[in-house]
């Protein structure tokens, strides 16, 4: 089923943050973000294992567990599983965002997405999750990213594993849908084309963001539209940067992508937006786009995300990125839905 009939609401929570990402965040701050977000009326939640070896699947677990599951949708991940058995994190290789949890938990991670490891994932995130139930399960980052040169090699692991089983399990009714978490375009452009596979859409993040969207643009959403598939935006805030944070793709934003950013804001300044509705609202014009997801470590930061997806933006704010060739001129922007 598309995960645009599953998603509930436009705007979803990411529990990346939670697993403490960049900084070793205390469980009341995760606790309380938690819970802003339910209290703000968000219904759609998304984890993984790897955000912190379980911990934000466990933070998650401690604060949804409260509320009636058919409220809200959950998804997380597969394609790493999280053992007992902890190591030393920063002797931790898992390529060259490996070392972005290291404040989480030190449980061994293992890169594995064959059938037994996919059910077996599964089954260790529901127990973390504190549920009896997932609605939609991402096959986690087979990407250039994480595995390098490796990934094709990593995709057909997963082709022949993880994308049966989660066909299966979809089909049987355990889940509602299936589909790929990434930082890349690739691995969906692949996907797409490919027979044997039946996702429901994909968990595509930082790579349809006002920042950044030109091969997503061309490449993923108008097939994704055709195949009457969706795409969650993740990372919109791409990572923080367009939003006041530092960080562009999960490490310090380089100055290009910090002079791109003071370019829109000095347009959004101009005409009194913010750089979060901005980011919010041009993810959500693209009718491939099913839901935007912010992750956050604060609980204050969850008023701003929904005060921002509901704020006004004047149609002279957009054609004014248009003439300025600060979006792709093909990308569609609110005004185009007028
Ligand atoms: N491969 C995948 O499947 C994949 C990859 C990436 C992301 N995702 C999903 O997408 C979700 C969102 O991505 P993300 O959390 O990485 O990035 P994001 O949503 O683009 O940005 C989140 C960051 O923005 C910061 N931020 C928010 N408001 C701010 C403000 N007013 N001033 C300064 N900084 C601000 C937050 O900081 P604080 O922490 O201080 O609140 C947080 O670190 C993830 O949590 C995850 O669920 C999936």
Redesign the pocket.
Known sequence: MSIKKIIPGKLGF????LGN??RNIPDAEAIATVKAAWNEGIRYY???PFYGAGLAEIRFGDVLSQYPREEFVLST?VGRVILDEVEDISKRDLGEKGDLFKYGRPNKIVNDCSVDATLRSIDDSLKRLQTDSIDIV?V??VAQDFYGDEWLNMFESARKGAFKVLDRLRDEGVIKAWGL???RVEPIEIILALEGAHPDGF?L??RYTLLDHDRALQRVMPEVLKQGLGIVV???????V????S?FE?APATPEILNKVAKIKAIADNYGVSM?SAGLQFSLANPAVAAV??????PD?IA?DTEALNAIIPDEFWEALRVQNLVNPAAPLPIDNK
């Open positions: 990411g529990s990346a943050p990402m960049f998304d984890s993984a991940k991402w986690h980052d978490g990434v930082n968990l993040a930082g993740g990372g919109p805030y791409s990572s923080g367009l939003v006041g944070g960080h999960y979060k997801i912010p992750g956050a470590s604060k930061r701003e």
